[in-house]
């Protein structure tokens, strides 16, 4: 197995501070980028920043928020978790990531996705009922771009280009991944236009993966591309003990399901359901640092993956806590996770 890479996502959940009160907007993205710095600092890979447009969520620029992370940190790769390609402009987001990069020296990286939340399509006026095709042909274009030269394009989402080159050139070009979720199509995709394939577990164990990945192996080789990497992406907490752990993330975890189950019709979340979903079967990784690295390298083989990005922030389980975890990622789980590979 490849030097195995670990990695922070946040979707820069609107946090409550020590006496229960809930932070602003502004406060929350402060403390991303201290967050981002914290990682950096631990020796962590790769941080993520999603984009959402809801208010349970304060980031809604995430390339701003990590230009800010960009100016102090030093060796982390920097990058969204994801960018909603489907409501976006493919010309502004590589305009965007190719200035990220310079401004990081070379380590912004890109997860191109639709999104698992609908609010940014009516937000900037597009139908949801042309969900499939944005994406299609918007991916089709940002891969084109991605050779950063002159483009020639035309389709139905948005005007046609003639010869058309964007700026500012990056100096080793843009790392690009694909979120997929559970679609078998998305994964063929992904491997036809040569992005790394970037798994959000965040239900279920993750064996049930494997054959996305046997997938995107085969769709490699039908379209004679060489081998790219795959990473995966789930929920979790640390803290010194499982119980601890547990106790700390419960809330936050039942509060983020239930809103979001109220308008998708799920059943109420509760401990059972949590205890279950913390365990072998589950797909949140939440307990010790021995207990997380475990379940990561079970994971890691199991999908022969190469990266694994813990979104560590899930509703509103305070900054302190937030960043002991990152601390306890970095300083114990990711050298627990190399030492269990190595045997």
Do not use: C
């Not at 950096?40 to 349970?56: A, K, N």
């Not at 402009?89 to 310079?102: G, I, K, N, Q, S």
């Not at 694909?178 to 798994?199: D, N, W």
């Amino acid at each position: 197995m490849n030097e195995i890479q670990l990695g922070l996502d946040t979707f820069g959940d609107v946090t409550l501070d020590d006496d229960g009160n809930r932070l602003s907007d502004a406060q929350t993205i402060r403390n991303v980028v201290a967050q981002a710095v914290l990682a950096d600092e631990v020796g962590l890979s790769f941080f993520g920043v999603g984009e959402h447009h809801r208010p349970e969520f304060a980031v809604s620029s995430p390339e701003i928020v990590l230009a800010a992370a960009a100016s102090v940190t030093k060796n982390i790769h920097l990058g969204t978790a994801v960018t909603v390609l489907s409501s976006d402009d493919p010309v502004r987001v590589y305009e965007r990531f190719a200035t990220l990069d310079a401004v990081s020296n070379g380590r912004a990286e890109v997860i191109l996705g639709r999104g698992s939340f609908i609010e940014s399509f009516p937000l900037f006026g597009y139908d949801l009922r042309d969900y499939e095709v944005l994406f299609d042909e918007k991916l089709d274009l940002f891969s084109q771009l991605l050779t950063e030269k002159p483009v020639s394009w035309q389709g139905t989402t948005r005007a046609p280009l003639e010869n058309a080159d964007v700026f500012p050139k990056t100096e080793n070009g843009i790392t690009a991944w694909v979120g997929v979720g559970g679609s078998p199509e998305s994964v063929v995709r992904t491997a036809r236009y040569g992005y790394g394939l970037m798994l959000a577990i965040i239900g279920g164990p993750a064996y049930r993966f494997r054959p996305f990945v046997d997938l995107y192996h085969r769709s490699l080789t039908s379209f004679g591309r060489e081998s790219l990497p795959i990473g995966l992406h789930s929920p979790g907490h640390i803290a010194d003990t499982d119980q601890q752990a547990w106790d700390e993330a419960y809330a936050g975890f039942e509060a983020m399901n239930n809103t979001i189950g109220r308008e998708r019709g799920w059943p109420t979340y509760n401990r059972l359901r949590f205890q279950h979903d913390v365990g072998p079967e589950g797909a949140l990784y939440v307990g010790s640092p021995e207990t997380v690295a475990r379940k990561i390298v079970d994971s890691l083989r199991t999908l022969d993956a190469q990266r694994f990005d813990l979104k560590f922030s899930t509703g509103t389980l305070s900054h302190e806590k937030l960043m002991r975890s990152i601390e306890l990622y970095g300083t114990k789980v990711a050298p627990l996770v190399r030492e269990m590979l190595a045997t």
